[in-house]
Nanobody, 130 residues
Framework: EFKMEESGGGTVQEGGSLRLSCTASGFSFMNNCVAWFRQAPGKEREGIADISHRGYDEWTTYDDAVKGRFTISQDVAKNTVYLQMNSLKPNDSGVYSC?????????????????????WGRGTQVTVSS
């Protein structure tokens, strides 16, 4: 069975930091693409950070709203992807979910396109107070 579990969410003050983790079971993050999405109440889900692989190449993609503040990284040996969030703002609040391709990433499809990913986690709540 393939699944992904997020952790690390919580409530922080504006300007604070939080580190989210997403651990995969049943498959490896090696040579695939993994992304973080978020969804605020009443809003559509949006992609915020993606890390993709093609052979020995690795690159990241960030939504402009989080660029310079959030950093995505992964530990392949631990099947875990991280999202370091700094300088948090109230409008960063929402449910953060991780998504990943089962194996090879379809790199021709732009990052954050839902069909690019095969497995999705349930999400973890992030609340930034003002």
């Amino acid at each position: 069975e393939f699944k992904m579990e997020e952790s690390g969410g919580g409530t922080v003050q504006e300007g604070g930091s939080l580190r989210l983790s997403c651990t995969a079971s049943g498959f490896s993050f090696m040579n695939n693409c993994v992304a973080w999405f978020r969804q605020a109440p009443g809003k559509e889900r949006e992609g915020i950070a993606d890390i993709s692989h093609r052979g020995y190449d690795e690159w990241t993609t960030y939504d402009d709203a989080v660029k310079g503040r959030f950093t995505i990284s992964q530990d392949v040996a631990k099947n875990t992807v991280y999202l370091q969030m700094n300088s948090l703002k109230p409008n960063d609040s929402g449910v953060y979910s991780c998504a990943a391709s089962q194996s090879w990433c379809l790199t021709a499809i732009p990052a954050f396109t839902p069909r690019r990913y095969d497995y999705w986690g349930r999400g973890t709540q992030v609340t930034v107070s003002s």
